[in-house]
């Protein structure tokens, strides 16, 4: 169905876009190399036989008309990367979307529902600490306060935008209303498809990540001069706090639990830790066991805090609800899946992604590609071209099946 080889030449060609020394990829929002990609992106779309516009915010939109006045298709990912990221991460989604509308093109189907195809702005949010606004913008929830947020050289989003060569059209210009579904290809960034031997899958849903800051603050004394009995060490409750996190996360599959950053003060090798400051990413697709794993840890950290006379303080970084998966569009996706010949593995995506933000807006569908070893945001990133070619042709099935509908 699909053209495997034209997909595979459009992904090695806008790899070459930010790619640096180690063969990693710096495609961040708003600079000159994402927009050297989307100029690439705006040729493969016009190809495609679809009408190419820029929104509000700057994402990318693809569109072909239908043949009925009916709400639209959508599909898409993102281009920008993670810091040294990978060549699949996003730009699988949006390459095999355009690579569904070729195919299209090329066999003369006549589609009832319009199609738009969007390669969403900054998914990741490397550049200014703050992601999906893209997709934020097209479900609504982006907010002009957010515009004022900043890159490391203290230049906000609203800024780069005017630098970027955006006009100053209302937020409300990107929203997309009259939507039937939205679906997204995307790399596992895991090893589950892996480990089952199958090169694609169904995404039941995308777990929310909740993230939590933690700050231990003890007694800063001589390690040498204080007895263990006299110590408000920071260090040693934190370390039972992270492994007890641990140990609670594992009691609620499919509940994950991360300590990613931790900083320790003052941080001398003779001296008694005073204070530890660390974060905790909680996630899982299940809102309300999330939830109760976030009150089995603070609970803890707490009743800990109290016996080792500690001061215990838990800020809130960020709360994203979970999104379940359309049960009509999985079903689309699973009998595509079948359709090929693979087994059908539904599984839930620890990561985030631009789907997330469309929950209570309109039913949303991803499909996994296998990552070989699990690998993600790294040069390393890789899938097979084989099952490349299994998640473009899923997609092309499951894009006829909702039409039909």
């Known amino acids: ?181 939205y679906l997204e290809v995307h790399i596992e960034q895991g090893r589950v498809l892996e480990s089952k031997n199958v090169g694609v899958g169904n995404v039941t849903g995308i777990a929310g990540p909740l993230w939590l800051k933690f700050h231990l603050t003890g007694i800063a004394e001589h390690a040498g001069a204080t007895p263990m009995n006299l110590r408000h060490d920071a260090l040693t409750a934190a370390s039972m706090i992270i492994i007890e996190t641990e140990s609670l996360a594992k009691q609620l599959p499919p509940a994950v639990a991360t300590v990613g950053k931790i900083a320790v003060k003052p941080n001398g090798v003779n001296v008694i830790p005073g204070e530890v400051e660390w974060t905790i990413d909680i996630r899982s697709t299940d809102e309300s066991q999330r939830n109760e794993l976030e009150q089995k840890i603070i609970r803890f950290a707490e009743k800990l805090a109290d016996e080792r006379s500690l001061k215990l303080t838990v800020t809130e970084l960020q709360r994203v609800e979970p999104v379940q998966c359309d049960q009509e569009v999985q079903n689309a996706i699973k009998e595509s899946i079948e359709e090929i010949g693979e087994e059908v593995i539904s599984l839930p995506s620890g990561a985030g992604h631009d789907a997330m933000q469309f929950k209570n807006r309109f039913p949303v569908g991803m499909i996994f590609v296998k990552s070989v070893n699990g690998i993600s945001h790294n040069p390393k990133e890789f899938s097979l071209e084989e099952d490349i070619e299994k998640g473009a042709n899923v997609l092309y099935r499951t894009l006829i099946k909702i039409d039909k509908n």
Do not use: C, W
Not at 142 to 154: A, G, I, P, V
């Open 1 to 181: 169905m699909i053209k495997i080889k034209r997909l595979i030449a459009n992904l090695e060609e806008l790899s070459k876009i930010g790619r640096v020394e180690n063969g990693g990829i710096n495609r961040f929002s708003y600079t000159n190399e994402e927009k050297r990609a989307n100029h690439l992106i705006e040729k493969y779309m016009e190809e495609a036989g679809l009408q190419v516009r820029y929104d509000a915010i700057g994402n990318l939109i693809g569109s072909k008309e239908g043949s009925e006045d009916l709400p639209a298709i959508l599909m898409g990912s993102h281009i920008d990367t993670v810091p040294n990221g990978g060549n699949y991460d996003g730009v699988l989604g949006v390459l095999s979307a355009i690579e569904v509308m070729h195919t299209i093109k090329e066999k003369g189907i006549k589609l009832k529902h319009p199609v738009k195809v969007l390669s969403f702005k900054d998914e990741e949010g490397s550049r200014f600490g703050f992601g999906m606004i893209g997709s934020r913008a097209v479900a609504g929830t982006l907010k002009e306060e957010d515009l004022q947020r900043t890159d490391e050289s203290n230049i906000s989003i609203v800024q780069a935008m005017a630098d970027y060569g955006l006009g100053k059209e209302s937020l409300e210009m990107a929203i997309l209303e009259e939507v039937k579904a």
